[in-house]
Each structure stands twice: as C-alpha cells, then as structure tokens.
C-alpha cells in the first residue's frame, strides 16, 4: 500500500502481477501492519496481537464446527434421497401387485407362518420396471455398458455371491432411473434367486458404499400384510454406514 498524507491507499493490481508470490505475500503483510499501526496510532482500532488472537480463535473453532456440519449436510442429503427412493420401489411394487396381478403376485419371502413363493418373480420384476420411471436397463455388463459404478466394497460370504462384484459387473440386470436411482437384481430376478435387489439411492454421485448410498432390499408378505418393501439380505454396511433396517427407522422416525 502506498502512504498519501497519512492515508492509506491500496496497492494497484498491476504491481501483483509483475512479482513472485512471496514478494506479494510480503507486501500483503505490510500492508496489513501498516494498516493495523495506522488504525492503533489513531486509538480507533485494534492491535495486531489483538487481531491475530482473533483469527486463531475463529480457526479453531471453524476447524471444529464446519466438518460436523458438512457431515450433517451429507446426512441429510443422503436421508432425504433415502426416502425418496424407498417411496418409489414401495408405490411400484404397490401398483404391480395391486393392478397387474390382482394382489395376488407370487413373489415374495413368506413371514408369520407364510411359506415362500417366487414362482411369478420373473414376470412380476418385469412389469415392475414398467411402473418405474427406467432411463437405462442393462441385463448383464452392466459396468461395462455403464449402469453401475464402482463400489468400495462388495459382499464375499458364499450366501451372497450374487452381490459379488463381478455378479454385478457382468451378470446382474442394472436399471438407471431418470432420477439416477440403480436397481441392482441378485442375478436376475427369477423364481430361482427370488425377490432381492440392491438399490443405489443416488447412482454415480458417490459415495458409493453400503450403508451410505446403497442398501439391500426385498419384497415380503404376511398373512396380515400384502406384498412389500422390506430390509434385504447380504448388506455390509462399511464403518460409520447404516443398514437397511437402520436406515428406515432413521429416515422414516416419528412417521406411523
């Protein structure tokens, strides 16, 4: 900065441009002490210590407070995408059932008593992405075709080997949603494998982990209740991530 009678004038911008950054920072500092002098001289300002003090506290307590509230700022936001996408499979698998099969679908994991049935699953699955709104669909080669990212991690127990990753890569069928939601079958939904299928909340956005953007799901009926979405089997949710089960009582908490 320069000095005009006492006052003090900002630097022009083309002095900046000719000198190396530490030239700048230099000047930048003295600027900042001559400023801090001047305002010091003059009884109308603070002190320099007084100033720095004041940065450092701001520091900590910036170095404190805003990686929680970007953590809360994810959660939320992978919350809300949560409900969103379990709203969605849940009024599908509704409607199928209710319109295309007479609320009789034969595709589902038996509770209370009731057996299992998959016998209508491969027809039932494929009416079912009828009634989603699918932008893409890649039955086999999914990565390869680009349906599905890559995960940070993959199921290796031999009871979920359909959610292996080269199952999911290359075998599994993948659907792309308009909104970028990916429905993942363990292999393909048939009255073999039954009614299991990953759902990625949030597509390519990441962060791409069980228990953050992708949970397991599967489609179950009681003697008191008809089809349904329900917690899936084989999820693995990585450290700090949650279940399927966890996930639905944390997004849908306070909700009948």
């Not at 936001?77 to 709203?87: E, G, P, R, V």
């Not at 993959?154 to 069928?173: A, H, L």
């Not at 599967?218 to 991530?241: F, M, N, V, W």
Request: aromatic share 12%; with cysteine.
């Amino acid at each position: 900065m320069f000095n005009l009678k006492n006052k003090l004038v900002p630097t022009p911008p083309h002095f900046f441009w000719k000198r190396s950054r530490q030239e700048n920072f230099r000047s930048f500092s003295s600027s900042i002490k001559n400023l801090l002098n001047h305002c010091d001289s003059k009884n109308n300002g603070f002190t320099l210590a007084e100033v720095l003090i004041t940065l450092v506290i701001i520091g900590v307590i910036a170095a404190i407070t805003i990686p929680s509230l970007i953590a809360k700022y994810h959660d939320q936001q992978l919350t809300s995408q949560f409900k969103k996408a379990f709203s969605t499979m849940s009024n599908a698998i509704n409607k199928t059932n209710v319109i295309d099969f007479n609320g009789q679908a034969a595709c589902y994991y038996g509770l209370d008593g009731l057996s299992d049935d998959h016998s209508d699953c491969t027809s039932f699955f494929n009416q079912l992405t009828k009634n989603l709104n699918i932008q893409k669909t890649c039955k086999g080669h999914a990565k390869a075709d680009g349906c599905v990212p890559t995960y940070s991690s993959y199921p290796t127990s031999s009871g979920c080997t359909g959610y292996s990753e080269s199952r999911i890569n290359e075998t599994d069928y993948a659907y792309v949603l308009s909104d970028g939601q990916i429905i993942i079958t363990y292999m393909s939904m048939n009255s073999e494998n039954g009614a299991l299928f990953l759902i990625d909340i949030n597509g390519f956005k990441g962060p791409n982990k069980y228990g953050y953007d992708l949970f397991s799901f599967d489609i179950r009926k009681s003697q008191k209740k008809s089809l349904h979405l329900a917690t899936g089997r084989c999820y693995l949710p990585e450290t700090g991530g949650r279940t399927t089960e966890e996930m639905i009582k944390h997004a849908f908490a306070g909700q009948e």
